[in-house]
């Protein structure tokens, strides 16, 4: 038993070197800080999801009228966000079969509804703000977090152009790093520098959104629970208060 301790721990340490160089290879990951609670920043995020995801990517364990928990009305899906001929009570899918993805795009695009749980907030935040224009690839665009993506940058007109530029640190090692050089419809170039803030909230509502849409009853289920401890604690302090009284009677 003790031998076989020990080959645990001497295969637990070989593998600590190579879980830290997975790390540092790895992108650095920008913070989403989402909030599922914002019911305008998730409308946002479903108006960029519907215009501009939902012509590739499905959301099939998703139905237009779940919309209404992030406070929106039926008539507003309708007259807004519902594609012509389909119904409110519809699940988000594409009229693109699976064989046609393949043949046009050469990959079939995946479903969406669980993206954010597979993923994390944080890699899709930063995988949406970085992408960068590669004349080597089929569709003209790369990431860097997801390098040789299939997926051309569908956001392009709102965030603009990025290029990437390798540089060295003052240790040699090679540093990569994307530089705005064609401004978009929420993006500026100010005196040489970029500013993406707006492009940046736009991409936090859509994350937010795509956090929503993995488990939309999860505002439910925390408002739920909170109710049901503040019940429990207004049920059992009294019961506990008494059960004290009488366990120290003869004491006190």
Known sequence: MKTKIRHLLAAAALML???????????ALDKAEIDIQDTESLQRGAQVFLNYCLSCHSASMMRYNRLM????????????LLPDGAKIGDQMTVSMTKKDAK?????????LSLTARSRGADWLYTYLRSFYRDPSRPTGWNN???????????????????????TKDAEGHEVKKLELVKAGTMTKLENGKANTLDYDKRIKDLTNYLV????????????????????LGLLLLPLTYFLKKEYWKDIH
Do not use: C
């Open 17 to 27: 070197p190579l879980a830290a160089h997975a790390a540092e290879e790895g992108p």
């Open 144 to 166: 860097l977090v997801f390098d040789k993506v299939a997926m051309p940058h569908v956001l392009w007109e709102l965030q603009g152009d990025q290029v990437l530029k390798t």
């Open 69 to 80: 928990d992030i406070g929106l009305s039926e008539q507003q899906i309708k007259d807004n």
């Open 103 to 111: 043949l046009w795009l050469d990959n079939t695009p995946p479903d």
């Open 212 to 231: 929503f849409m993995g488990e939309p009853a999860q505002v439910t289920r925390r408002q739920i629970g909170y109710a049901v401890l503040m019940f």
